[in-house]
């Protein structure tokens, strides 16, 4: 059984910084790629970044130059370090890992605001 918690979200003022952590469960597991999806009110889940078991990285186009997505093999955590949001990166932040099959986690709510 694969779990993943996630942790770091909450309420940040425009330009500040956050900082998001997803552990996935499982001594000796190994994962392939890993990453974050969020969803916005009344939008669709939407990919964020992802980083390969050999550390490649994808951003969307949104957050590219502001985001910065890390792994650490040996704990199967993936970080997400968020720079200078904005209101509209408000939105419930979804970590995944694959192993076979795609697993999420519970999800955590980002807001940007004054």
């Known amino acids: 059984q694969v779990h993943l918690v996630e942790s770091g979200g909450g309420l940040v003022q425009p330009g500040g910084s956050l900082g998001l952590s997803c552990a996935a469960s499982?001594?000796?597991?190994?994962?392939?790629?890993m990453g974050w999806y969020r969803q916005a009110p009344g939008k669709e889940r939407e990919l964020v970044a992802s980083?390969?078991?050999?550390?490649?990285?994808n951003y969307a186009d949104p957050v590219k130059g502001r985001f910065t997505i890390s792994r650490d093999n040996a704990k199967n955590t993936v970080y997400l370090q968020m720079n200078s949001l904005k209101p509209e990166d408000t939105a419930v932040y979804y970590c995944y890992a694959v192993r076979l099959s795609q697993y999420w986690g519970q999800g955590t709510q980002v807001t940007v605001s004054s």
């Open positions: 499982g001594r000796g597991f190994s994962y392939g790629t």
């Open positions: 980083i390969t078991s050999g550390g490649s990285t």
